[in-house]
């Protein structure tokens, strides 16, 4: 088929990932043509496609080789790595960026109506989870006994049905534990979306591809909280209004016409800029202080 000239790049079909992955890959440029509940998105102005999956599928499509690149969660990959090496083989995708979304935790939550006091509290009792292998990893590391009961989903009601005294799920922005009387009481790890690819080498004009699209998402990433400032300040503050201009590189500065003693500033600060910062600015004898989104930015 098309293998030799487009690259298929897997992406969560419906979850906590889909609508973060899609945008960045607007942000990269990428205009995709999808049919409703179709699998697979067209790339109408970029060699790449999107195929839309479970995410538990994305680390084995890529190592398969089924799909060149996978959009998926730190967690859901470090799992399919731990399983692979207690079955005496490893993981064969290879990790192209950390991507700052997709951000979450996988935590130990109990019922709330349940006593817990610390990692002890965990002896004996049984656990339910999908994530089998990074929970054994946690118990051992903390030389806990105790029982993990594997599910294949809705771990949050086992609880509530008796099939587990505690859970170990995701948790990120923490509703669903919420909604099911559950709070969180220990971090089992950190996760967040990181890019993979295909171990096996891709040819010439793939490759080219690829190395474009991690400029683009390097941009992307970088221009995030990026804004770009200007404004007008007396040239004796000038020391004193670079220091309040938050992660800016050296700013440009611009003699004003027919003010000699006052300057333009422009600068791109890396941080977001609040209020407050505008605030000090204008104590510091700024005045015409406008700020504004960074759309793209290519180093
Ligand atoms: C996770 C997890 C919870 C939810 C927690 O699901 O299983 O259902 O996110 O999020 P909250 O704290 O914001 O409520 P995920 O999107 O990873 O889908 P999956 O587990 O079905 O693959
Ligand atoms: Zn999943």
Redesign the pocket.
């Known amino acids: 088929m098309d293998r030799e000239t487009r690259l298929r790049l897997a992406v969560q079909k419906s979850?906590?990932l889909t609508e973060p992955s899609l945008d960045l890959l607007t942000r990269c440029g990428l205009k995709l043509s999808r049919g409703k509940d179709q699998l697979m998105g067209f790339g109408e102005n970029m060699p790449l496609d999107v195929l839309f999956v479970r995410?538990?599928d994305i680390p084995d499509l890529v190592q398969e080789d089924v799909c060149d690149l996978g959009l998926v969660?730190l967690n859901v990959l470090e799992e399919r790595q731990l399983e692979l090496i207690a079955r005496g083989t490893a993981a064969r995708f290879e990790k192209l960026r950390d991507l700052d979304f997709g951000r979450?935790r996988l935590s130990i939550a109990a019922p709330n109506e349940t006593r817990f006091e610390g990692a002890e509290s965990l002896r004996g009792k049984r656990i339910a989870t999908?994530y089998p292998y990074m929970l054994d990893r946690f118990l051992k590391s903390m030389q806990i006994n105790a029982e993990i009961v594997t599910l294949s989903?809705a771990?949050?009601i086992a609880p509530r049905l008796g099939r587990a005294d505690l859970i170990c799920?995701?948790?990120?922005?923490?509703?669903?534990?919420q909604a099911n009387h559950l709070r969180e009481v220990l971090t089992v790890a950190e996760s967040h979306a990181v890019l993979i690819r295909t171990p096996v080498p891709l040819v010439e004009f793939k490759a080219a591809w690829v190395e474009r699209m991690l400029l683009r998402i390097d941009g992307v990433e970088r221009v995030k909280e990026s804004k770009y400032i200007m404004l007008h300040a007396p040239r004796a503050a000038l020391p004193a209004i670079r220091k309040l201009l938050p992660g800016s590189e050296s700013p440009t500065i611009i003699p004003l016409e027919g003010f000699p003693e006052r300057v333009v500033v422009h600068a791109v600060c890396r941080e977001n800029v609040f209020w407050e910062t505008l605030e000090n600015l204008k104590q510091a004898g700024a005045s015409a202080v406008l700020v504004l989104p960074v759309e793209k930015m290519l180093a």
């Not at 799920?169 to 534990?177: A, E, I, K, P, R």
């Open positions: 979850g906590r995410d538990d969660g979450c999908t989903g771990v949050e799920d995701l948790v990120s922005t923490g509703s669903t534990l």
